[in-house]
Structures are given as C-alpha cells and as structure tokens.
C-alpha cells in the first residue's frame, strides 16, 4: 500500500463526488437515452473505461497476459497519478532494499557466533544488540565495535580509573620521599634507578585484540569455577590460533591477556597452557572485566558492575602495552591513556589495600600498598631527557596516567609488556627508559585517588 499525500486524496474523492452527481442528476430527468452504438449509456461508458485501461496498460509495458488489477490504496501516486507496473515493480524494489538496510546492523561480519553476551546499562564501548527489560545491555557478536586490524581504542568508561589522568593530582609529600629513601636501598633496587619493561619470552604478557573473524577459545581448569568466570568457560573469547604459540613451555607464570571488544570484555589468567586441538587454555586463574563498566573489580565499592572479577582487583587491560595503542601513542605524541599496572620490588603488607585493588600479598615487609599510585613528575621534559618513539610514549603514560601498584615482581620493579616481536619497528626495550628516567623523578599521589 502506498501513502497518498492530503491533497491527491482530496482531489480524488472530490472527483467521485462530482460523477456521482452528474449521474443522480441524469436520473432525475430520467435520461434513459442510449448512445450512438445503440447501446445503454451505462454499458458504453463501462467499455469505455475497459478500454482505456486496457490502453494504459500497453503503454506502461505490463507483460502480455498479466493482470493489473491494483488495489485502491495502490492505484494512485503520491501525486495522484496512475503507476505503471514498471514503476511499482521499481517501488517494491526500493522499499525492500530500504527495509533490508533498516533491519540490518552498522556492520555485521559473515563469520560472527551466534552467542551473547550482556554489558552493564550505559556500556560505551561494547558492541550493543538489544536492550532487555532489566535495563542491561545485551552484547551480539555482530563484531560491529571490533576494528579492522585488532584493534579496540580505549576499554571501559571514561570516568574509570583506568582512563583517569594524573597530571593534577596532588601529591603526598611524606609518602613521596619514603619512596625514594625505599627505592634507593632495596637490594633488588640496587643500580637499577629506572622501571624496567618486562619483554623476556619466559615472562611476558600474551596478549591479542579480538575481531569477530578470529576463533573462539575458553578456558579450562578448576581455577575457573568461580561463577563470575563461567562465561570464559562457556561462551569464550575471540583469539587468533597464533596466540597459542606465543606461551612459553616450562616455566612459571605464562600470562595472557585477551580483550574482546566482540563480546565486550577482557579476559585475563595465568599458567596458560593452550591446546590447539580443543581451543581451550587450562589455567591456574583467572579474571574478567567488563568494558561497559568503570573497570574496577566487583568487591571494590566503587565499582558499577559486580560481575567483574579479578585477582585482588587486578586490572587486566594495565597489564600490558598494546602495540595499536602505542602506535596512536606515538603518532599522536602523547601516552597510552591509561594507567599502568607495576609489578613492584617489595609491598608492604602492614601498609594494605588501596583502590583500585582489592586485596593484598601477604609476607611483605617492603614498601607501599597494593592499589598506591605513583607519577612522573608533571614539570619533567620527557623528550629534553632524550627520550623518543615508544619509550617516550611510556614515559608519557607514566606522567599523564601513572602506575599502581599490583603485584610483586619477586626482583626490580618493572611495567609488563608483551614478547619483542610485538614491537619490532619500534625502540621499546627492556631498558629503554635507562638513563633517561630515574625513580627519584617520581611521586607518589594519595591513596584511592582517581581524579
């Protein structure tokens, strides 16, 4: 049925109103005059309109043999004109088309699972299909977030502590120089005046931005019956099959981090050990956040979304340097844009626990508490040190967005990063910040600061 406009509709009805007359008129003089043909008017003038329509019909191009009989509502254009076949065949095509492009999403891939996943109520970064009654957002894997390429921009709220700057923070001056009297004496600290970034095969991060074109793997293990992780057991993650040659054999350790802007969350374990055959990765632990959430642990009370859940609160995504983060790093001239995780020398487990983590090691009788946050100093110019590429680019992470504490290093205090060949092109190395940065350019902010 076609919509007609306000006044194509009047003129029409006004036009049967008018023949309706004339013929009630022609009653009344009880005109019963037949025409030339010798035929009741009535009659003549039924085949008349027969055979103009027949006419129009030929000269619209219907095929021979069909039937043209249109429905009122179809009868008229928008203008009040007859269609003809062609341009209602063109119609129908065209509002086909349109319904198939209203139906379809922003941009679905051919190769996406058909399972969902469900994100926080005001999710700004996972992939959105649906809102359910109870306010939820409900996450397709149409893939229409995850980018060409594997990459993902910034995961979780803007207002999370993640993202959150330093670079206005105030700072805690007592606290501040007990961190370089403590840097300054440790025994694993000694000579090693710089954070060191952890690129050793045996010890560095695997890691991979998910595409809606890459294989599902889960986890497997009893270290993921915990129900907050059961949607890694079940549902998965997308992770291309070269990731699994990336985790070391026989040694400890053996960290992943996999964020899937498909499903729309990050996964993180430990003492992966992947099997191809299966796709699945038996673990020792394991973590999850949800990147419509503010990206803090669900134990946490400042947390917005209580199905996240990591160890002592461990954010997974500070836990390693993305190459297309630090590629848009470098281009751009500024850090990563977010906080990064620090493995430290030694806690203090007498000091506690400070927001964003949740929990503690115990046994330590170093410096600090888990969760405390430390920055280079805002008036420090990174590139007058000599700084450059990607190792600037750190540095700038560490003065812009800072670094907490959260784990034990078991030696020197370091940042996480992934194997070498993930930043070949680049000048990251361990020591690329050696010589150039020293911790005495450091401070340390008050605890649970965010900004």
């Known amino acids: 049925m076609h919509n007609h406009t306000p006044s194509s509709s009047r003129g029409r009805h006004s036009a049967q109103a008018s023949s309706h007359a004339t013929h009630r008129a022609a009653t009344r003089r009880g005109d019963s005059r037949r025409c030339r043909l010798g035929l009741p008017l009535s009659v003549a003038l039924t085949a008349l309109t027969a055979a103009l329509l027949l006419a129009v019909a030929v000269m619209s191009g219907a095929p021979t043999g069909t039937s043209q009989s249109v429905a009122s509502g179809d009868a008229l254009s928008d203008a009040g004109h007859h269609l003809t076949w062609k341009q209602r065949k063109a119609r129908a095509a065209a509002r086909a088309a349109r319904q198939a492009n209203a139906a379809a999403p922003a941009s679905t891939s051919a190769a996406s699972p058909s399972t969902t996943a469900t994100a926080p109520t005001g999710s700004t970064t996972a992939p959105t299909a649906s809102t359910s009654t109870s306010g939820s957002t409900t996450n397709g894997s149409t893939g229409s977030t995850a980018q060409a390429g594997g990459t993902a921009g910034l995961v979780y709220s803007a207002d999370s502590f993640f993202r959150s700057r330093v670079t206005n923070a105030p700072v805690d001056a007592a606290r501040t120089a007990s961190f370089h009297a403590f840097m300054a004496s440790h025994p694993d600290q000694a000579g090693i005046t710089w954070p060191k970034i952890n690129m050793n095969p045996d010890w560095a ?205 078991g030696s020197s205090t370091q940042i996480k990063a992934s194997q070498p060949s993930a930043y070949t092109g680049t000048n990251l190395t361990t020591d690329a910040l050696k010589g150039k940065i020293s911790w005495a350019d450091f401070e340390v902010l008050p605890r649970g600061w965010k900004g």
């Open 205 to 409: 991060m695997s890691y991979h931005v998910g595409t809606a074109t890459d294989p599902v793997w889960r986890l497997a293990g009893g270290a993921t019956s915990d129900p907050h992780l059961a949607i890694l057991r079940t549902q998965g993650f997308h992770m291309a099959d070269s990731v699994a040659d990336t985790f070391p054999t026989g040694t400890q350790d053996r960290p992943g981090v996999m964020v899937d802007p498909v499903f729309g969350y990050t996964a993180q374990f430990a003492d992966a050990v992947p099997n191809k055959a299966t796709r699945t990765i038996t673990v020792s632990s394991a973590g999850i956040m949800w990147h419509g959430s503010n990206g803090l642990d669900g134990r946490n009370p400042a947390s917005n979304d209580k199905r996240n859940f990591t160890s002592r609160g461990r954010i997974p995504d500070a836990m390693v340097i993305r190459r297309d983060l630090l590629d848009q790093a470098i281009a751009k001239g500024t850090g990563l844009g977010h906080v990064l995780h620090l493995f430290f020398v030694e806690t203090n487990s007498a000091d506690g626990v400070a927001s964003p983590m949740t929990g503690a090691e115990n046994g330590q009788s170093g410096w600090g508490a888990e969760g405390e946050r430390i920055r280079i100093r805002p008036d420090i110019d990174l590139a007058a040190r000599g700084l450059t590429g990607a190792a600037l680019a750190v540095a700038r992470t560490l003065q812009e967005n800072g670094a907490y504490i959260g784990d034990n290093s």
